[in-house]
C-alpha cells in the first residue's frame, strides 16, 4: 500500500475523503476503519467544509467490503461495532452536513453499506452494488439491511439481501438507489460537481433542511404534530442564521449571495 490507507483532501467547501488500498480493492481493514473515522471527524467539526465526497482509490472498486483475509485471521474487530473507531462513524452516526458517494466500481458489503449511508451517490456506468455477506456465512451488521427497504421496494431488497446478487449500475438506477450513472472516467469530477451545486446553497439551510428530511422520516403528518414540530424548529434555527438574513438581501440588491454558514 502507497499512503495512508484514507486520503483526506480539502478542494475548497468540499471534503475528498478515498479509500486507499486499491491493491486490495479498497477492501476495510481497521487501517481504513480508523482512516474514515478520523476523516469524517475532521470533515464534521470544520466549518469552512460544507460537503464531503467519499470514493476509491483506482478504478475497480470504491470498496469489496470487510477484508475478510483480516476477518479470517481475526486482526480486526467488528467494523460496524457501535462505540468503536472506525466506519460506524458513517454507519451508524448522524452527520449533520452531506455526503456524497463516488462509486467508481464495485460496492459490495461494507462498501455497499458505506454508499448507503452517504446522502446522495454519483456511481460509474461500470459499478456493481451488493450485499454478499450470506455466501460467506456472515450477516450484513453495518446497516444494509436497515437502509436497502428503505431506500428501493421491500420486494427487491430481499431479493438482493438473500440471493446476495449483485445489481448494476442501470439497476440501482432505476430502482432510485443511485442518483447519477456516468462514464467512468467521469464518476469523480460528477460527484465533486455535485458537491459543488449543494455548496452553492446555504449551508445552515441545506444542515437544517437534511436534518428535518432524516428526523421525520418515521414521523405522522397527519396523526403527529411530530413533523411539523421537527420542521418548525429547523426552520426557527435557520431564521436566527446571518445566510437567512443574506439570502433575500442579496435577491433584492440583484447580486449573487455571500454565505458565512453562520
Not at 456506468?125 to 450477516?139: D, I, K, Q, T, Y
Request: glycine letters at 10%; one cysteine or more.
Amino acid at each position: 500500500m502507497s499512503g495512508p490507507a484514507v486520503l483526506y483532501e480539502p478542494r475548497g467547501r468540499v471534503a475528498l475523503i478515498t479509500i486507499n488500498r486499491p491493491e486490495a480493492m479498497n477492501a476495510i481493514n481497521m487501517d481504513v476503519g480508523t482512516g474514515l473515522s478520523e476523516a469524517l471527524a475532521r470533515f464534521s467539526a470544520d466549518p469552512e467544509l460544507w460537503v464531503a465526497v467519499v470514493t476509491g482509490a483506482g478504478d475497480k472498486a470504491f470498496s469489496a467490503g470487510a477484508d475478510l483475509k483480516a476477518v479470517a485471521a481475526g486482526g480486526m474487530t467488528r467494523i460496524s461495532e457501535a462505540g468503536k473507531p472506525g466506519i460506524a462513524d458513517l454507519l451508524r452516526r448522524y452527520i449533520e452536513k452531506p455526503v456524497v458517494a463516488a462509486v467508481n466500481g464495485y460496492a459490495l458489503g461494507g462498501g455497499m453499506e458505506i454508499a448507503l449511508a452517504c446522502d446522495l451517490i454519483v456511481a460509474s456506468e461500470n459499478a456493481s452494488f451488493g450485499l454478499p455477506e450470506v455466501r460467506r456465512g456472515l450477516v450484513a451488521a453495518g446497516g444494509g439491511m436497515l437502509r436497502l427497504p428503505r431506500q428501493m421496494p421491500l420486494k427487491t431488497a430481499m431479493y438482493h439481501v438473500l440471493t446476495g446478487e449483485l445489481m448494476s449500475a442501470a439497476e440501482a438506477l432505476h430502482w432510485g438507489l443511485v442518483n447519477l450513472v456516468v462514464p467512468h472516467d467521469e464518476v469523480l469530477q460528477k460527484a465533486m460537481a455535485l458537491a459543488g451545486r449543494i455548496c452553492a446553497n446555504a449551508p445552515v439551510a441545506v444542515r437544517e433542511s437534511k436534518g428535518v428530511v432524516y428526523r421525520s422520516l418515521d414521523a405522522s403528518l397527519y396523526l403527529s404534530e411530530d413533523a411539523w414540530a421537527i420542521s418548525d424548529a429547523a426552520a426557527a434555527c435557520n431564521r436566527s442564521s446571518e445566510d437567512a438574513a443574506e439570502g433575500p438581501r442579496a435577491f433584492a440588491e440583484k447580486r449573487s449571495p455571500v454565505w458565512k454558514g453562520r
